[in-house]
T-cell receptor, first 114, second 114 residues
């Protein structure tokens, strides 16, 4: 059974810092990987999708990388802002060929302070 | 751009009552997923549909049932509600099975059972 671990569980940084969120999988045979952001009590916003043929994806100040051999993904946030404060979740689609679903990590709760 | 729409956004029910949650996927998305997120927990997969047929089933109680209709909207029916059913319920959609494509989530329905 795939288990997804996110480190750290919580992180507080001053505005302007660059930061790295980590995500690791017990089963490194992953296909795609998706990073989400969740504000308290709100829905999940898709940030980046890294497909199996890619090693990284970039969107604005966000960069996500995927190392399938080690079963790890990293989300890099540059020049953090207070508006980045949220919980960040990585998710591994489990694909059986007939169906698939996302297995989520437990998330990293990020607080960016002024 | 159109997003996944869930209704209602908030719902309060008493124990043993029935609730119906609705999900309207992004146009031309043929796959719908339901997730349950308890307080402080990561989203847990309940059930998914592809082209109006159930494609995968997760930890969905027997008291719950779901279906996808001809217009691709989906409904999650929850009967004999228990206090432990209080959670955020998310619907997600994707154009094709999740392993290949990006999943988009709705804002969720917050169900409170009293």
């Amino acid at each position: 059974k795939q288990e997804v671990t996110q480190i750290p569980a919580a992180l507080s940084v001053p505005e302007g810092e660059n930061l790295v969120l980590n995500c690791s999988f017990t089963d490194s045979a992953i296909y795609n990987l998706q990073w989400f952001r969740q504000d308290p009590g709100k829905g999940l916003t898709s940030l980046l999708l890294i497909q199996s043929s890619q090693r990284e994806q970039t969107s604005g100040r966000l960069n996500a990388s995927l190392d399938k051999s080690s079963g790890r993904s990293t989300l890099y946030i540059a020049a953090s802002q207070p508006g980045d404060s949220a919980t960040y979740l990585c998710a591994d689609p489990i694909n059986t060929g007939t169906a698939s679903k996302l297995t989520f990590g437990t998330g990293t709760r990020l607080q960016v302070t002024l | 751009a159109a997003g996944v729409i869930q209704s209602p956004r908030h719902l309060i029910k008493e124990k043993r009552e029935t609730a119906t949650l609705k999900c309207y996927p992004i146009p031309r998305h043929d796959t719908v997923y339901w997730y349950q997120q308890g307080p402080g927990q990561d989203p847990q997969f309940l059930i998914s549909f592809y082209e109006k047929m159930q494609s995968d089933k997760g930890s969905i109680p027997d008291r719950f049932s779901a279906q996808q209709f001809s217009d691709y909207h989906s409904e999650l029916n929850m009967s004999s509600l228990e206090l432990g059913d209080s959670a955020l319920y998310f619907c997600a959609s994707s154009p094709g099975r999740q392993g290949w494509t990006e999943a988009f989530f709705g804002q969720g329905t917050r169900l409170t059972v009293v």
